[in-house]
């Protein structure tokens, strides 16, 4: 299938739907918008939950997909909803095909799929066996918590099912990560849902504050006090040779010294793009047509269509940050900000919320004082995973000095 010049559409590709600039090296695929859960923070809302993908649509996607790639030779495609596996006889259908495809071109292609974990059976796993995909889980804590954010169609508890699935996905993919959205209501929770998601057997976590505006003074000061639990808990585990990849982290060990706010939140609209059910292009799965002029403003084209280099450019330049930002301690994690996330509590693309300008200062606070205390004493699992060639130079000094030693004494 060839893709023609933009002058033929009726769901036909065209050569002016692919970026001309920064190519893509990642696709959000949106198989449905339909949900088997009643998420009480979802942004995708109630009206949005009987959309799902044709599959010419799903078989362009991935053809425009291996187009606007270009030269690369390993690419990634992410399963998303809704629940993508509410589609999983597409996702069989599709995988092979994206496959076979991809070799011809001679790519590489990955697969994952976001899930609540509802749908995970023997077949699926069996299934992501075989084609080596992975899972990215959401599930938001204990029992409790879990069941209070995320219950069923009919509104009953959805944890026993997700912990019978959770077990069947760590079996396979012990690296899966566990991502949570933190609500104010289960803030003084945190430390109980990260001790459990790690009796689980996770080791990657992120539990991620959202819905900002219901944030206050005081649910943000107990944030402080939890996300400090958690680092207690995750530095003893890494003193003990135990490394955990927990949200926000790494980045702040990584910028420990920044000295300027970074103008690039994420890959979204970057290397990472997103098609909705209909093929339209946007940032990242965020966004969404139904949702008003406010967030159809930034759609970027449609595989059937023309391609927005002008809506991209600003994903492609940044948001540069105010001098204040430089001066604040968050600049080493905030980036400005997710732009769907400031669009949805602030109405703007560049404006965060108040409040969650406030969290991630304490989130920079609380683990730069991690960072410090665990680089301080050379914790050996820290310094190996952070600063790798500088405790490859304190390892090899330390065995000249004991050669030395030990040729002294003899």
Request: glycine residues 6%.
């Amino acid at each position: 299938m060839n893709l023609l010049n933009c002058q033929q559409k009726n769901n036909i590709l065209q050569l002016c739907s692919l970026p001309k600039r920064m190519i893509a090296r990642s696709l959000e695929l949106e198989l449905t918008t339909d949900c088997n859960l009643r998420c009480v923070y979802c942004y995708k809302g109630e009206e949005h939950r009987k959309i799902y993908m044709s599959q010419r649509t799903a078989f362009d996607a991935i053809i425009w997909f291996l187009y606007a790639t270009g030269y690369l030779k390993k690419i990634n495609v992410y399963f998303m909803g809704g629940e993508p596996l509410l589609h999983f006889d597409m996702i069989k259908k599709l995988v092979p095909f994206a496959t076979r495809r991809a070799i011809q071109q001679g790519k590489e292609i990955s697969f994952s799929a976001t899930t609540n974990c509802m749908l995970v059976n023997d077949e699926v796993i069996d299934f992501f066996k075989k084609w080596k995909m992975k899972f990215h889980t959401s599930i938001d804590g204990i029992p409790t918590v879990q069941n209070e954010n995320r219950p069923d169609s009919l509104g009953k508890s959805s944890s026993p099912t997700v912990l019978n699935s959770v077990r069947k996905i760590l079996d396979y993919q012990p690296t899966v990560c566990a991502r949570a959205t933190l609500l104010p209501n289960h803030v003084e929770k945190m430390i109980d849902s990260y001790r459990f998601f790690r009796s689980l057997g996770y080791k990657n976590i992120a539990i991620v504050p959202g819905e900002y505006h219901l944030w206050d003074k005081e649910s943000i000061s107990q944030y402080s006090n939890s996300l400090k639990q958690i680092a207690d808990f995750w530095s003893n585990e890494i003193r003990n040779g135990i490394h955990i990849g927990y949200h926000g982290f790494s980045g702040i060990f990584r910028n420990r010294n920044s000295i300027k706010r970074s103008s690039i939140a994420c890959g979204a609209g970057r290397g990472l793009l997103s098609i909705d059910s209909f093929g339209n292009t946007w940032p990242c799965n965020h966004w969404d047509s139904s949702f008003g002029e406010k967030w159809t403003s930034w759609k970027i084209g449609n595989i059937y269509d023309k391609f927005s280099e002008e809506t991209r450019d600003y994903f492609l330049s940044g948001n540069e940050p105010p001098e204040k930002c430089n001066q604040c301690l968050a600049k080493v994690f905030c980036a400005g900000g997710c732009h769907g996330s400031n669009i949805d509590t602030t109405g703007q693309i560049k404006q965060i919320h108040p409040n969650a300008c406030l969290i991630n200062q304490v989130h920079a606070k609380v683990v730069i004082a991690l960072h410090d205390e665990l680089y301080a004493e050379k914790c050996p699992t820290f310094m190996e995973h952070y600063y790798p060639q500088e405790w490859k130079k304190i390892n090899e000094e330390k065995n000249m000095r004991d050669h030395n030693n030990e040729h002294a004494a003899t």
